[in-house]
């Protein structure tokens, strides 16, 4: 029947607070080819490699959340473009979108290696991607990444858009170290035709670094922008927690995730897949369900479904992030990678 859905529409799963769950991301790979001082810790302990999902595995965990109505997959990590052999993946997850139980298949990456995959991922039917870049200066970027060259990003970058991708770029806002160039990357990235979105840090994981003194509000830096730019708000929404304005002067898309000032957890599609199996049904908590065993028990995905459904059941309302000087314990002990940002 023409305009018919597709059983997989009809299909959801609903959390206690009636949101419907539609998004899954997935962290590949807890390791990374830099070391984001707001991330990691430049001394990190990564988990043994016999520990990891292999590929599989990750796919067929995957394709139980499309059958139980999950819309949009993100890939990240860790830095998912390490993950060796991501692309036999990211091929393997694009039959659903050819089917049409999948509407998007997206990743977030820090761009290092996409001069050599973005023609690879548009041809897999990746159609968008973030990558993550805080700022256009190599010293500094240096000096936040720790390990990262900017030029390789920024050929990542061009070789994405060349590719056909579009490209959001995500910069942490961080004070005293990007917080005088958001102008200049917003720039930057509309003169390109990026979408440019902001987050606040969020404190996930011991760091080498004092996250008080990295945090900026983004109350403060819209506020900043709207002296010099006309901010109109949108309804555009991407299917994640960012909220969009647009800039009148650029004629850009600019998004903020206010995690600490503006907590978005009512409108929460999502949860969260580690390369371990774990489920964690929001960033900003520790529960997780384990779904390894149920994979590893049997060949059919009875187990896992039940398993899935339970864990949906445990979802919390919200998160209680706070950044203050009386509380120097991040309010997770896992860093951002293992969950997956
Ligand atoms: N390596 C990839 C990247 O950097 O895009 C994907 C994983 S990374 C954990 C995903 C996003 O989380 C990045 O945009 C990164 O800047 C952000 N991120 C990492 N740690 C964070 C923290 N503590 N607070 C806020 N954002 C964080
Ligand atoms: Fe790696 Fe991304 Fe974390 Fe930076 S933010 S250390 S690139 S996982």
């Not at 139980?64 to 473009?81: D, I, N, Q, S």
């Not at 991922?121 to 500094?140: E, W, Y």
């Not at 900017?150 to 005293?176: T, Y």
């Not at 929404?237 to 004629?251: D, F, K, M, Q, S």
Request: with cysteine.
């Amino acid at each position: 029947m023409d305009g018919w859905p597709g059983p997989a529409k009809f299909l959801s799963m609903l959390d206690p607070f009636g949101r419907k769950i539609t998004y899954l991301r997935v962290s590949v790979t807890d390791r990374c080819d830099f070391r984001c001082t707001y991330c990691m810790a430049e001394d990190m302990t990564f988990l043994p490699k016999a520990e990891l999902l292999s590929l599989e595995e990750l796919d067929r965990l995957c394709s139980a959340f499309v059958a139980k109505g999950v819309r949009k997959l993100r890939l990240t990590g860790g830095e998912p473009l390490v993950r060796r052999n991501v692309m036999g993946l990211v091929r393997s997850l694009s039959r659903h979108l050819q089917t049409g139980a999948l509407d998007e298949l997206t990743l977030t990456t820090n761009g290092s290696q996409l001069a050599k995959y973005a023609a690879e991922l548009k041809d897999a039917g990746v159609r968008r991607i973030n990558v993550s870049l805080d700022t256009l200066d190599a010293a500094k970027f240096r000096g936040v990444t720790r390990w990262g060259r900017l030029e390789q990003v920024l050929e990542g970058i061009e070789a994405a858009l060349g590719a056909g991708l579009h490209v959001k770029i995500n910069a942490v806002a961080l004070r005293g170290i990007n917080e005088d160039e958001i102008e200049t990357l917003m720039r930057w990235a509309h003169g390109k035709g990026m979408d440019f979105t902001l987050i606040e840090t969020m404190p996930l994981g011991e760091i080498d670094a004092d996250r008080t003194a990295q945090y900026l509000p983004l109350s403060l830096v819209r506020a900043r922008l709207a002296q010099s730019f006309t901010l109109d708000d949108s309804d555009y929404r991407t299917g994640g927690p960012a909220r969009y304005v647009r800039v009148a002067e650029t004629g850009g898309r600019l998004g903020f995730i206010t995690p600490l000032t503006h907590n978005f957890c009512e409108s929460c599609n999502r949860v969260r897949l580690t390369c371990t199996g774990k489920l964690y049904m929001c960033l900003g908590q520790d529960d997780a369900a384990d779904l390894r065993t149920p994979l590893r028990a049997s060949r059919d995905d009875a187990l896992l479904s039940t398993a899935i459904d339970e864990a949906i059941s445990r979802k919390p309302k919200g998160h209680d992030f706070v950044i203050d000087r009386r509380r120097q314990a991040p309010a997770v002990a896992r860093h951002m990678s293992v969950t997956g940002g």
